[in-house]
């Protein structure tokens, strides 16, 4: 089954815990348990509701904690599909926390109340969906009943958000009215809003298409282990195994590896189910080559019509997440896919203001969440895409190598 995975942030109060309550609730994924113990805490608080939030916030302390960063994940499903959702904080202080979550999204779920219109996290959060690429937004006009369900009130939202949505980069932007709290076109279509003539959220997100967001015309693949069981009747057996970035790749495919250049063709690929005669992202697959050819872990196999850029000095855009700012001279270990290689900070071209993306070139040190343009220089050559070409090679964390800290994730421009 396919699986969505989608960020929300929102403003305090905007009701983003009792959308996700609302949504686990109206789509039957809560445990009857959670749900007695919400119904009896809303009873205490003498609240004549039930308190979805509650359900939100409950789970919210049981939260995965990241070691830095700390991102809420939550998961449901449905009968169409699987969905994490990477609940975060929408305040400035959060920045890097609203990275991390939107990292691997397919969707951004941007949360606004109807009486206030679009403020400034909503901006802030769109604008980190449109720099991390995300190619979906739902704009999800909340507290509808506040506002008597009126559909003017609901255009205004949507006109003021289009205006500001110009200036940003996301294809396919989407708006639906909601109360979550009164669970209209949540889960269940309104029959307070006739006028609205869309889908309700939750069949938004199991039907939006997502499989053609995928890079599937430059072939990749990271090679993550090399195989080679010793066993006698394996003693020819060389594979290499690793999930598949973009395109598509084919036995009998000629394909070159990098960094070193080497190339060869493709004699097979196998998966756990056995053999296939193609493979696409995101496939976990071993793939044998006709050569005996010297290929290690970092290494990654592309074909010829479609090079990455091999390079050891390279421009990006990070967010900084550590509490210290980088020292001089200090070197990081750089990870994307599978390679790993030693780096320094060798510029720093101009800090990105998340509220504006103005650029401000002066005063360039680097602190805790903010966004910045910089040129690294690498021990050895590093292969990657553009991230606008594919997110998954281009992308990259750095990561302290006195502390191990990871103190910034990025893009590669
Ligand atoms: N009338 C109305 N109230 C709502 C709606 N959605 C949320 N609320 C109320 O708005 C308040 C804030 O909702 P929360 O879900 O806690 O908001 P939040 O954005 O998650 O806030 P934090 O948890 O502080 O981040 C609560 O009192 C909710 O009951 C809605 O659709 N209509």
């Known amino acids: 089954m396919e699986l969505l995975r989608f960020t929300t942030a929102g403003s305090v109060d905007d009701g983003k815990s009792t959308l996700i309550g609302r949504l686990l609730y109206d789509s039957k994924s809560i445990f009857e348990d959670q749900m007695e113990a919400v119904k009896q805490s809303s009873e205490r608080k003498g609240l004549q509701h039930v308190d979805l939030s509650l359900l939100t916030d409950g789970l919210r302390s049981e ?14 499903a ?8 990477a609940d975060t904080p929408g305040h400035i202080q959060y920045t890097r926390n609203m ?11 941007v949360l606004i109340d109807a009486r206030k219109g679009v403020v400034e996290q909503t901006c802030r959060h769109s604008f980190i969906a449109s720099l991390l690429k995300i190619p979906h937004i739902i704009v999800c006009v909340n507290k509808m009943d506040l506002v008597d369900y009126s559909e003017e009130a609901f255009n205004k939202v949507v006109e003021q958000y289009e205006a500001f949505a110009a200036k940003i980069d996301v294809k396919d932007i989407r708006f639906v ?9 949540v889960v269940n ?6 006028w609205y003539k869309g889908e309700s959220l939750l069949h938004t997100l199991e039907t939006i298409h997502i499989a053609s967001d ?60 056995g053999p296939v005669e193609e493979a696409f992202a995101p496939m976990s697959v071993s793939i044998t080559l006709v050569d005996d050819i010297d290929v290690s872990r970092g290494d990654m196999l592309v074909k010829d019509d479609s090079e990455p850029q091999v390079s050891q000095d390279l421009d990006a855009m990070i967010c900084w997440m550590a ?63 553009e991230y606008r070409k ?7 964390i750095l990561v302290d190598e006195s502390t191990n800290e990871t103190v910034a994730a990025g893009t590669f421009l």
């Open 99 to 109: 990275v991390t979550g939107a990292s691997t999204a397919n969707l951004a779920l």
């Open 189 to 194: 279509d309104s029959e307070n809003m006739p």
């Open 390 to 396: 594919n997110r998954i090679t281009g992308s990259l």
């Open 63 to 76: 939260r995965e904690q990241g070691i830095t960063i700390d991102v809420a994940y939550r998961y449901f």
């Open 214 to 273: 995928e890079n599937h015309s430059d072939a990749r693949f990271p090679v993550q282990t090399v195989i080679r069981p010793h066993a006698d009747e394996y003693h020819d057996y060389r594979g290499y195994a690793g999930r598949i970035a973009g395109g598509i790749f084919r036995p009998g495919d000629k394909i070159t590896v990098l960094p070193s250049g080497l190339t060869s063709t493709i004699k097979s690929i196998d998966t756990y189910s």
């Open 323 to 385: 509490t210290r700012s980088p020292r001089p001279g200090a070197k990081y270990h750089l990870k994307t896919t599978t390679r790993e290689v030693m780096s320094i900070i060798k510029e720093v071209y101009y800090k990105l203001d998340i509220n504006t993306l103005e650029k401000q070139e002066e005063n360039t040190d680097i602190k805790m969440n903010e966004m910045v343009k910089i040129r690294l220089r690498t021990t050895q050559p590093v292969v990657f895409d």
């Open 177 to 185: 009215p909601i109360s979550a709290l009164a669970g209209d076109n």
């Open 78 to 85: 449905t009968p169409k599909r699987k969905f994490i959702i």
